[in-house]
């Protein structure tokens, strides 16, 4: 029963993104299982995934602290907060075209890596 609980439906957060897309990889259920998140995160993802027109997967979102050091985070990464999401890359965009489609949907923290984009909304700019 308790794990009923703990692992409920995913719930929808907006019109593309449910919760489960939020939740922690290791299975967790920290940050009520990805429906904890920051709203305005699941707005600029929203947003996004709007303005681009097609799906967006999300490699990471929320992740606990233990889960977190395990795949190397720094220990106030803002994945931690539910703050933060690593968006992968479309097919047929480049990674500064999805950077770009970041920042004109309002996320404060834009990272650039090979494999697509980390988004976050900390509340100021930030860029790597």
């Known amino acids: 029963e308790f794990r009923r609980v703990l692992?409920?439906?995913?719930?929808?957060?907006s019109?593309?993104?449910d919760s489960s897309e939020f939740a922690c990889k290791c299975g967790c259920g920290g940050m009520d299982n990805g429906a904890?998140?920051?709203?305005?995160?699941?707005?600029v993802l929203e947003r996004m995934r709007q303005y681009i027109g097609n799906p967006l997967v999300l490699?990471?979102?929320?992740?606990?602290?233990a889960h977190n050091a395990e795949v190397g985070g720094v220990s106030n990464s803002q994945?931690?907060?539910?703050?933060?999401?690593d968006v992968q890359?479309?097919?047929g965009m480049t990674v500064d075209e999805l950077a770009q489609v970041a920042e004109k949907c309002g996320a404060d923290g834009i990272g650039w890596y090979t494999w697509g984009v980390h988004d976050d909304v900390r509340g100021y700019a930030a860029r790597w």
């Open 89 to 91: 890359l479309p097919e």
């Open 7 to 13: 692992f409920r439906s995913p719930m929808k957060l």
């Open 59 to 65: 490699s990471c979102a929320y992740r606990c602290p």
């Open 36 to 43: 904890g998140v920051n709203p305005k995160l699941v707005q």
């Open 15 to 17: 019109e593309h993104f």
């Open 79 to 85: 994945h931690v907060f539910g703050t933060a999401a």
